[in-house]
């Protein structure tokens, strides 16, 4: 079967083939260097070189391992869908019978590990840590985010160490153990990035079982059989339950999270998968914080006579998630409500304004992403974690774009010309990351102060 070598050659070479797939010859030469050619290409790599999908998924899609010839010292695999093995040393809890599944992500960010770990978005995606060193400064209970892991597991370079810091309450191995998160190590992430960069984000399976042996071919199988996070509503899994309130503020140094008990404006936060520190800036902002499940209707949040109401982040695809939650929105925007979304939340406010979303490709996922504001021309650093976004495209003309990613020029804000409304597609809360965006929860307080 032929190559990838074999197929640029078919396709008339380098600069042929990244005209007829609408890529560029950088792109092809990492094809040569992966010795893989993303699926969303083979289409017309088809219609050129008159090969076949046979061909194509038998020439270009590596051979599983043998059982047998586990490479010496790995005691777990990181097994994608197109048969591609990733072999490492397990930490965390072993696998079961049935390993976790999901989408294979990387993440840039050099700290907050155990933040990143709590963030409800990363249900449904196995994190690849492309800083090395992760494990080095512990855990302990201040620094997560929500009360369970929604993520399905981590991929890292280095072998976990010993914390070494003041902070840790215990190491990051047993931290996962205790929480059932399996983990790898000593995986090539530079490797594994490059081929999610170009390739897009694989479904694959984690494995680390007590035993020591692996099903490879059961393993690929029940990565491709995962379908995808396209389609899938999993905000109503990580979201609350019923109704609470919330009064802590952000950690400072020396005393830690604080209380805030003399708030002045009320706030209604939908919970599709809140982080906690956004919480705590509603707080800090001077708001008495009421959390409603992703489910409430316009009725129910309305009920709590809100004088602001937030759209929270969440995982999965907010066209999925949007069947129960823009009737919600439009119902709130209906009432004249002050309204701020982030992330998910900014999703599916354009999804009530009428536009659509779309996959990204690879998402963007760190602590260092440069958002444009249009509005003032300045530049901020932010910290994301998205695989959907806004097709600015089809924003209706009462709502206008604010925000615009400097990576890729997708759209990372919005708001309305007729109505108290904004939202962006970054995380202005961070934890982990920069705190540049901070201010956009003052702007939402002045918003409720201009309408009351």
């Keep these: 079967m032929p190559n990838v070598d074999e197929i640029i050659d078919r396709l008339g070479g380098a600069d042929a083939a990244a005209r007829l797939t609408g890529v560029s010859t950088e792109a092809v030469r990492k094809w040569r260097q992966s010795g893989s050619i993303p699926s969303r290409h083979w289409a017309a ?18 051979e599983p391992t043998d059982p047998s010839d586990v490479p010496a010292g790995a005691t777990a695999a990181l097994v994608l869908a197109d048969g591609a093995v990733f072999w490492g040393r397990g930490f965390g ?21 155990q933040e990143t770990l ?12 492309t800083f090395p060193h992760i494990g080095n400064v512990g855990a302990n209970p201040e620094d997560i985010e929500a009360g369970t892991i929604a993520a399905r597991g981590l ?24 929480r059932g998160i399996t983990g790898i190590s000593g995986v090539d992430t530079r490797a594994l990035t490059i081929r999610i960069r170009d390739g897009g984000a694989p479904s694959g399976v984690l494995a680390f079982p007590a035993n020591g042996r692996f099903d490879l071919a059961a393993l690929q199988a029940q990565a491709a059989a995962w379908p995808g996070l396209e ?23 020396p005393t830690g999270t604080g209380r805030q008990d003399a708030p002045r404006h ?6 599709y998968g809140a982080k ?35 759209l929270s982040n969440g995982p999965g695809d907010p066209a999925a998630t949007g069947a129960y939650a823009v009737p919600a929105i439009r119902g709130v925007l209906d009432a004249g409500i002050p ?49 959907f976004a806004v097709d600015d495209k089809t924003l209706p003309g009462n709502a206008r774009v604010t925000h615009v990613s400097l990576f890729d020029g997708s759209n990372e804000g919005l708001a309305c010309t007729d109505k108290p409304a904004f939202s962006v597609q970054y995380h202005p809360e961070a934890s982990p990351g920069p705190s540049d965006s901070h201010h956009l929860f003052h702007r939402f307080v002045r918003l409720i102060e201009s309408r009351t």
Excluded at 93 to 113: I, Q, R
Excluded at 281 to 290: D, F, H, K, Q
Excluded at 300 to 308: K, M, S, T, V
Aim: proline residues 4%; hydrophobic residues 40%; charged residues 20%.
């Design 45 to 62: 790599v088809i219609a050129a070189t008159g090969l076949s999908l046979a061909d194509l998924q038998t020439g270009l899609a590596p």
């Design 93 to 113: 809890a072993h696998t079961s019978t049935h390993s976790p599944v999901g989408e294979v992500c990387f993440n840039t960010g050099m700290t907050g590990y």
């Design 118 to 129: 709590t963030d409800p978005s990363y249900a449904g995606q196995i994190i690849t840590f």
């Design 155 to 178: 991929v890292v370079k280095q072998d976990v160490t010993d914390p070494s810091n003041w902070r840790a309450v215990q190491d990051l191995d047993a931290w996962l153990k205790a």
């Design 231 to 253: 389609g899938m509503d999993l905000a109503k899994d990580v979201s609350c339950r019923q109704t609470y309130h919330w009064d802590e503020t952000v950690w400072a140094w």
């Design 266 to 271: 009320h706030v209604v936060a939908v919970d």
């Design 276 to 310: 906690r520190n956004i919480l705590r800036c509603l707080a800090a902002a001077g708001c008495r914080v009421t959390v409603v499940p992703a489910t409430a209707t316009a009725e129910e949040i309305l009920g709590h006579a809100p004088d602001g109401v937030f």
């Design 339 to 387: 309204l701020f979304g982030i992330c998910l939340g900014h999703q599916l406010l354009g999804l009530a304004l009428g536009a659509k979303t779309y996959k990204l490709d690879r998402g963007h996922r760190g602590a260092n992403q440069p958002v444009k504001d249009l509005e003032t021309g300045k530049v901020e650093i932010t910290s994301q974690n998205h695989g």
